[in-house]
């Protein structure tokens, strides 16, 4: 149990009501008015990131099933392209024709790993 540690207001002072609620992203104390409590102990704080990944994490979901439904056709994951299959996206498992997957070098240089769009993107949200 700790005390609610997101900061308001025009002097960024902390509220510091009693809470049992930790978010899941970022890992601060946070009262009921400072952010949501979903099923599954997913507790999100209301800042802006956090908030940003719980939607991502969302549509993430929803994603990875319309997508498996077309590499299951044997068909590329991406939505209107019936390319048959060549590559796997190293972040999400599914795979992609050579148009829709993105080739990028490992940070020791020693390795190719294949990205797709939708994960690449993704990157810009988890990496804050």
């Known amino acids: ?10 002097f960024k002072q ?16 946070f009262c009921i008015d400072d952010g949501n409590i979903y099923p599954q102990y997913a507790h999100v ?3 802006k990131k956090c908030v940003f990944k719980f939607a991502d994490l969302q549509s993430h979901k929803v994603w990875l099933k319309e997508t498996r439904t077309l590499n299951v056709k044997n068909n590329c994951g991406q ?3 019936v390319s048959h299959l060549k ?5 999400c498992s599914l795979s992609f024709c050579s148009n829709h997957i993105n080739f990028f070098r ?3 240089q020693t390795e190719l ?5 939708h994960c690449q993107d993704r990157k810009k949200i988890w990496d804050k």
């Open 1 to 10: 149990m700790g005390h609610c540690q997101i900061k308001k207001g025009i």
């Open 14 to 29: 902390s509220c510091k009501q009693s809470t049992e609620y930790s978010c899941i992203y970022c890992g601060i104390y």
């Open 45 to 47: 704080c209301k800042q």
């Open 79 to 81: 939505s209107n392209c």
């Open 87 to 91: 590559h796997t996206c190293k972040d």
């Open 106 to 108: 490992s940070k020791s």
């Open 113 to 117: 790993l294949l990205i797709c769009s």
